[in-house]
């Protein structure tokens, strides 16, 4: 493995983790940054229509602005590179607390991304979610 490879998966990796505090810190601006601005998101998995990031970013904060709590933890992570693009696998876990809801809540699955290479680093062109499990979730979709 060359070192122009080490160096673009640690890059991608912390994209990964930018993405994870985003959501955590709700930082709407830092979650929009890592996505490129014609990027495609998908959390059809826990209820949310695919679409535009700019339109699913405002849908995650109206949400997600609601529960006092996530912390993502994002491990795992496999990338498949391909010059300035890559597949990204990466596994997460999610304690939550949500309103209303007595306990935590807990979730788990897969992130899928394309990321491309720009002037400003790697970037997400497209990502679906791929939530596999919840317990303690009040309905069958997610926050």
């Not at 493995?1 to 998966?9: F, L, R």
């Not at 970013?57 to 609601?66: E, K, P, S």
């Not at 990338?79 to 979730?107: E, I, W």
Request: glycine share 6%; hydrophobic share 40%; net charge negative.
């Amino acid at each position: 493995m060359n070192m122009q490879v080490v160096e673009d998966k640690a890059e991608i990796a912390e994209l990964m983790y930018r993405y994870a505090r985003a959501v955590d810190t709700k930082d709407w601006a830092l979650l929009t940054s890592v996505f490129t601005e014609d990027a495609h998101l998908d959390y059809s998995s826990v209820g949310y229509p695919p679409g535009p990031r700019d339109e699913v970013v405002a849908l995650l904060r109206n949400a997600l602005t609601q529960v006092p709590m996530t912390q993502h933890f994002v491990t795992n992570i496999e990338v498949d590179l391909d010059g300035a693009t890559a597949k990204v696998r990466a596994m997460f876990f999610n304690p939550m607390q949500l309103p209303g809801v007595s306990g935590m809540t807990y979730c788990g699955g897969n992130y899928h991304h394309e990321v491309v290479r720009t002037p400003d680093g790697w970037k997400s062109a497209r990502l679906r979610e791929e939530s596999l499990w919840f317990s303690n979730h009040p309905g069958p979709s997610g926050p």
